[in-house]
């Protein structure tokens, strides 16, 4: 279960009858705390192919999240990282913004997201003509956020420099009382991540490939493909896994890779849980969490 939704899990169980909007729905796709609510989808959810090209649609996601009525409620709670916090409330109602990270497609992960060969190539150029659009409508969106709320001061941070908003923080959730600490390893390093540009899965690969080391890999997303054409004979991908199983893994490793720059990141919290190292790129989130193994090393160095 990815981070974002944990923190839908726990939204829900405060607000057991709170009905979820969102812009896309598969049913199933989630846990069933969440699936338990009625779940109201946009009308980009009937695209036919929305769900595994949703990023085509990206112009589209404004005027689909504002499309949403909400004139019935006396509090909304969004949960962003694209476009939610841009829904449209009454005056009276109470909008509390909990952003796991500004719209990274078009801010600071625009290259990323839009780096990769062949049809992606003419998606970035698509989607060049319209950034500077969606960084205004980004930025004038938030006149009916009534309190922002950041994952982290990496992301507070965000939100001041391009919202010119203040936000106070609240971390995560993270179930650190189902882990137990193990001594021992089986020799391999483990990756627990969704495959997304942002999270340098490659870089992982890369490192197993030319060390030659043990790199076992839980996750899912649309860079797969190409993920596993990059692998050699020491990397193996364990597709998704319940939690128990990645519990399993965890206890079993040799250390943790954390390669991207995560907004928050749970991964290196449920690692350490578990009583394993974790090999971190020293920005975002994880400065937050991991305490350096060479106090006068400085990130970045």
Not at 55 to 76: C, G, K, M, N
Not at 77 to 104: D, N
Not at 250 to 256: D, E, H, P, Q
């Amino acid at each position: 279960m990815r981070g974002g939704e944990r923190c839908l899990e726990a939204l829900c169980e405060l607000f057991p009858d709170a009905p979820i909007y969102t812009l896309f729905h598969v049913k199933g796709s989630v846990s069933q705390t969440i699936e338990r609510h009625p779940i109201i989808p946009s009308f980009l959810n009937r695209v036919p192919f929305a769900k595994s090209r949703y990023r085509y649609l990206l112009p589209f996601f404004p005027s689909a999240i504002q499309r949403l009525e909400f004139h019935q409620y006396d509090l909304v709670v969004s949960s962003s990282h694209c476009v939610a916090k841009g829904i449209r409330v009454p005056r009276e109602t109470c909008h509390i913004s909990y952003v796991h990270t500004p719209m990274r497609y078009i801010w600071d992960g625009f290259d990323t997201y839009f780096s990769n060969t062949g049809i992606w190539d003419f998606g970035k150029l698509g989607m060049g003509l319209f950034r500077t659009r969606l960084q205004r409508w980004d930025v004038e969106s938030n006149a009916d956020v009534s309190c922002f709320i950041a994952n982290s001061q990496n992301v507070a941070g965000r939100i001041a420099r391009q919202y010119g908003r203040a936000a106070c923080v609240v971390y995560p959730p993270v179930d650190w009382q189902t882990f137990h600490v193990s001594h021992h390893h089986e020799g391999f390093y483990l990756m627990v991540t969704a495959f997304a540009p942002y999270k340098k899965v490659e870089l992982a690969i890369a490192a197993a490939n030319e060390l030659g080391l043990p790199l076992k890999i839980i996750g899912q997303g649309q860079d797969e493909k190409r993920l596993r054409r990059m692998a050699g004979p020491s990397i193996e991908f364990l597709g998704w896994q319940p939690d128990h199983r990645v519990r399993k893994f965890y206890s079993r490793c040799l250390a943790v890779l954390f390669p991207g720059e995560e907004d928050f990141g749970i991964v290196p919290l449920e690692a350490m849980a578990a009583g394993k190292p974790v090999i971190a790129y020293g920005k975002g989130g994880a400065l937050e969490t991991i305490v350096p193994l060479n106090p006068m090393h400085k990130p970045g160095e």
